[in-house]
């Protein structure tokens, strides 16, 4: 080796040591922080194995806050008169959406692609229940009760169209050629007497259909966001390989809250209650599919850390590795191994990227989130 070579090796010596002993003053003063992080043990760790759901009816050594009310129980669906509206008969697919409370997840036959266009002039629309009017717009087919389709309504779909388009054109591509059919009746009564669903539903949606029933209320806006938001992800994944259930309903909460402008009332309780240490590990996160049976404290707390692990996603690092990150969870390479080919060193584990995930709900410094 000549003595340039030499000096090469000697000065990016020095460099490397200089970088590393500037990440290390740089890093101490707030790793201190970590070790006071109340993370609960892996319920999954031993024999026998407690099933997802019973994970989330455990208490894992998160601080007492109040519970929030109840959720309205199932009423009987209303009989449709004769003679008033057309009853729209939506495919068994069709989920419920409880008003002012957790967006119940998917069923697995929800998860389906969306079925292509019917006839080779292209898809053929329905027509409009009776008192509804109906108006084609660039992304959407719109039902709306009363003479006409309110400019409104039509300004305010396309705009949340475009604010969603923003973090999802690469998962759903097919929505520059096929519409979403959003139906909105003016009143609940009228949604139940067009749909049958019961009295507590304030909402229904079908992937498969692209179909989103909604009647005027406070709430419907953010609904319209979080369910358009499932039909435009979820479609990225095919039925065989589902998206999972942390990643779909925190994208769906992400887009609802940071593009729909609508953030749900019990959300930011519980972003503090992960930045002072409660919260699921994130090998237990990730593998939870079913949320029935388990305590609405701690299903808010899952959609919380759902949102906040996938908002840093999001931000941590420019270009497409969200993208690549999902495309590879939809071909079947686990979560590590996904995540380590979209991000790099150092997220190769689910533990490290829980380590910088909760660093970072603390400081801020890794994804630039202002607090």
Same mark, same amino acid.
Request: aromatic letters at 12%; hydrophobic letters at 40%.
């Given at each position: 080796?000549?003595?340039?070579? &030499?000096?090469?090796?000697?000065?990016?010596?020095?460099?490397?040591?200089?970088?590393?002993?500037?990440?290390?003053?740089?890093?101490?003063?707030?790793?201190?922080?970590?070790? &006071?992080?109340?993370?609960?043990?892996? @319920?999954?760790?031993?024999?026998?194995?407690?099933?997802?759901?019973?994970?989330?009816?455990?208490? !894992?050594? &998160?601080?007492?806050?109040?519970?929030? $009310?109840?959720?309205?129980?199932?009423?009987?669906?209303?009989?449709? $008169?004769?003679?008033?509206?057309? !009853?729209?008969?939506?495919?068994?697919?069709?989920?419920? =959406?409880?008003?002012?409370?957790?967006?119940?997840?998917?069923?697995?036959?929800? +998860?389906?692609?969306?079925? @292509?266009?019917?006839?080779?002039?292209?898809? %053929?629309?329905?027509?409009?229940?009776?008192?509804?009017?109906?108006?084609?717009?660039?992304?959407?087919?719109?039902?709306?009760?009363?003479?006409?389709?309110?400019?409104?309504?039509?300004?305010?779909?396309?705009?949340?169209?475009?604010?969603?388009?923003?973090?999802?054109?690469?998962?759903? @591509?097919?929505?520059?050629?096929?519409?979403?059919?959003?139906?909105?009746?003016? /009143?609940?009564?009228?949604?139940?007497?067009?749909?049958? *669903?019961?009295?507590?539903?304030?909402?229904?949606?079908?992937? /498969?259909?692209?179909?989103?029933?909604?009647?005027?209320?406070?709430? %419907?806006?953010?609904?319209?966001?979080?369910?358009?938001?499932?039909?435009?992800?979820?479609?990225?994944?095919?039925?065989?390989?589902?998206?999972?259930?942390? !990643? /779909?309903?925190?994208?769906?909460?992400? =887009?609802?809250?940071?593009?729909?402008?609508?953030?749900?009332?019990?959300?930011?309780?519980?972003?503090?209650?992960?930045?002072?240490?409660?919260?699921?590990?994130?090998?237990?996160?990730?593998?939870?599919? #079913?949320?029935?049976?388990?305590?609405?404290? #701690?299903?808010?707390?899952?959609?919380?850390?759902?949102?906040?692990?996938?908002?840093? !996603?999001? *931000?941590? +690092?420019?270009?497409?590795?969200?993208?690549?990150?999902?495309?590879?969870?939809?071909?079947?390479?686990?979560?590590?191994? /996904?995540?380590?080919?979209?991000?790099?060193? $150092?997220?190769? &584990?689910?533990?490290?990227?829980?380590?910088?995930?909760?660093?970072?709900?603390?400081?801020? +410094?890794?994804?630039?989130?202002?607090?």
């Amino acid at each position: 080796m000549d003595i340039l070579s &030499r000096l090469r090796v000697l000065f990016w010596g020095l460099v490397i040591g200089l970088w590393g002993l500037f990440m290390y003053q740089y890093m101490n003063e707030d790793m201190s922080i970590l070790p &006071r992080f109340r993370i609960g043990k892996n @319920p999954f760790s031993g024999q026998p194995q407690p099933s997802p759901a019973a994970v989330l009816k455990r208490n !894992l050594q &998160r601080p007492q806050f109040q519970t929030p $009310p109840a959720p309205v129980p199932q009423q009987p669906a209303v009989p449709v $008169p004769q003679g008033s509206l057309g !009853l729209v008969k939506p495919s068994a697919d069709i989920k419920e =959406i409880p008003p002012a409370g957790i967006l119940a997840e998917h069923s697995a036959d929800e +998860k389906a692609a969306p079925r @292509p266009a019917s006839g080779a002039g292209g898809e %053929a629309y329905p027509e409009p229940p009776e008192g509804f009017a109906m108006k084609v717009t660039p992304h959407f087919v719109l039902y709306e009760e009363g003479a006409a389709v309110s400019r409104e309504l039509e300004e305010t779909v396309e705009a949340l169209h475009g604010n969603i388009m923003l973090d999802l054109v690469a998962f759903s @591509p097919w929505s520059r050629e096929k519409k979403v059919f959003i139906y909105f009746a003016g /009143s609940q009564d009228t949604y139940r007497r067009l749909t049958g *669903r019961p009295a507590w539903s304030g909402g229904a949606a079908s992937l /498969s259909e692209r179909r989103i029933y909604l009647y005027k209320s406070d709430e %419907a806006f953010g609904i319209l966001a979080h369910e358009l938001t499932h039909i435009y992800f979820d479609s990225f994944f095919p039925p065989s390989n589902p998206s999972p259930l942390w !990643l /779909s309903e925190g994208i769906a909460t992400y =887009i609802q809250s940071e593009r729909g402008f609508s953030t749900p009332a019990w959300l930011s309780e519980n972003l503090r209650l992960l930045q002072d240490g409660s919260g699921f590990k994130l090998s237990d996160l990730v593998r939870i599919e #079913n949320l029935q049976g388990a305590d609405e404290d #701690n299903v808010r707390l899952w959609y919380a850390e759902s949102y906040s692990v996938v908002r840093f !996603l999001m *931000r941590l +690092k420019a270009g497409d590795a969200f993208y690549v990150f999902c495309r590879n969870l939809r071909d079947g390479k686990p979560t590590a191994q /996904s995540l380590y080919q979209a991000y790099g060193m $150092p997220y190769n &584990r689910l533990s490290s990227l829980e380590y910088a995930w909760r660093y970072d709900l603390k400081t801020g +410094k890794i994804s630039g989130l202002n607090r």
